[in-house]
């Protein structure tokens, strides 16, 4: 999938990942209470969705602490000081994306609104075009050939 090129990924990058979910998050559970009102008519897993939900923020969590114990910084557009190339980030390039995406996709089956997993969808699809290649690129940059070795090792997300 090619990354979104010029003054439209630019505008995009000013709007950081949380915000990109939160903002799909909201229009998702909007769109529902429109269509169905505060009904479920698709029906709920709340136990396995809130297990799901619990699991995506763990993992971006401890993605989270990995970046606070290395000091570098967690805001995507600052410059990088130290390649994370532990805890979660051994199994994934993109493991705070990760756990948001699957926290969505558990708020989905938690509260029964499928429209969230389609939030998911487009907000993977919009950092996975957007985001990520301005990071790899910055990583890049400020890493070069331990970087370069790092992603052929470590999918991009799991």
Known sequence: MPAVAGAGAARLL???PPRVALGLALGALAAHVAWHGVAAPY???PLAGA??????????AWAWACFRVAGTPIRPTDAPRVLV?????ALGRNPMY?????TL???ALALG???LALAAAGFTTIVARVHVP???AALKRAFGGWYSDYAAQVRRWI
């Open 113 to 115: 609104v499928p429209l």
């Open 85 to 89: 190339d532990h805890g979660p980030f």
């Open 43 to 45: 029906g709920q897993a």
């Open 51 to 60: 297990a799901l939900a619990a699991a995506g923020v763990a993992w971006m």
């Open 14 to 16: 000013r709007w950081r």
């Open 134 to 136: 301005h990071e790899e």
């Open 98 to 102: 990760l756990g948001i995406a699957a």
């Open 105 to 107: 996709v558990g708020l």
